[in-house]
Nanobody
Framework: QVQLVESGGGLVQAGGSVRLSCAAS????????MGWFRQAPGKERDFVAA????????YLADSVKGRFTISRDNAKNTVYLQMNSLKPEETALYYC??????????????????WGQGTQVTVSS
């Protein structure tokens, strides 16, 4: 069993920055991949970013390339999402997720076994 706890969300003005953290615990932690998704009210859960745990390879949704950065600290079992130049339409609940094994598409939420409770990011115009 893996527990994920996100933090760092809040209210920010358009153009501002937020850094999200996701700390993992609960078992010998060596996943294949950790990712971030977001979900706005009434919309589907969308892929934002992911990082491979061993080599640190990163994947970003096209809409956030050049503005968001994903990183991890293996010693702390923590993944981060640095979000810059935020837009009001990026207001959403941001979720951290863990995939234990490769196989499914990186952006497929169904391929992730564990999820955090989410942290709200609100971008005001």
């Amino acid at each position: 069993q893996v527990q994920l706890v996100e933090s760092g969300g809040g209210l920010v003005q358009a153009g501002g920055s937020v850094r999200l953290s996701c700390a993992a615990s609960g078992r010998t932690f060596s996943p294949y991949l950790m990712g971030w998704f977001r979900q706005a009210p009434g919309k589907e859960r969308d892929f934002v970013a992911a990082i491979t745990w061993s080599l640190g390879g990163t994947y970003l949704a096209d809409s956030v390339k050049g503005r968001f950065t994903i990183s991890r600290d293996n010693a702390k079992n923590t993944v981060y999402l640095q979000m810059n130049s935020l837009k009001p339409e990026e207001t959403a609940l941001y979720y951290c997720a863990v995939r234990l094994f490769p196989g499914a598409l990186i952006g497929d939420p169904g391929g992730y076994e564990y999820w955090g409770q989410g942290t709200q990011v609100t971008v005001s115009s």
